[in-house]
């Protein structure tokens, strides 16, 4: 069988990235333990979590929308693992920045809002 072009696994992330965004960005994902981001700021006050996961949903859209112009501008010419680090490299750092984020805008609205963690969860 023939690995799929690197062109089109990197499309094909930017299409899923955009997909997975725009439900969260536009606010229509309950707080759940499968989809968004899932951690104890967000868990624990649903403001927050909608905060938090429309502003992860746009930067997963912007995330997308990048590596797919990147995807198509790089040039085809390259060597599979050279088109493959670079698409690759971009998408990973994109997505720490879209995590890194997320966690300081949970964490900033937690103390703003004077929330507290529910008995025996940490602090």
Do not use: C, K
């Not at 997963?60 to 493959?84: E, K, N, S, W």
């Not at 720490?96 to 929330?115: D, F, H, K, N, Y």
């Amino acid at each position: 069988m023939i690995p799929p072009r690197p062109e089109i696994i990197f499309v094909a992330i930017g299409i899923v990235s955009i997909a997975a965004g725009l439900p969260l960005a536009g606010r229509r994902i309950r707080p759940n333990h499968w989809y968004g981001v899932r951690i104890r700021e967000t868990f624990g006050d649903e403001h927050i979590w909608y905060e938090v996961n429309a502003q992860a949903g746009r930067d997963l859209v912007v995330l997308g929308v990048v590596d797919l112009v990147v995807a198509l501008a790089l040039p085809t010419g390259l060597p599979p693992a050279r088109y493959a680090g670079w698409a690759g490299a971009l998408f990973g750092a994109g997505a720490l920045i879209v995590l890194i984020r997320s966690v300081a805008l949970a964490r900033r609205l937690w103390r703003e809002r004077g929330s507290n963690p529910g008995p025996g969860e940490p602090r």
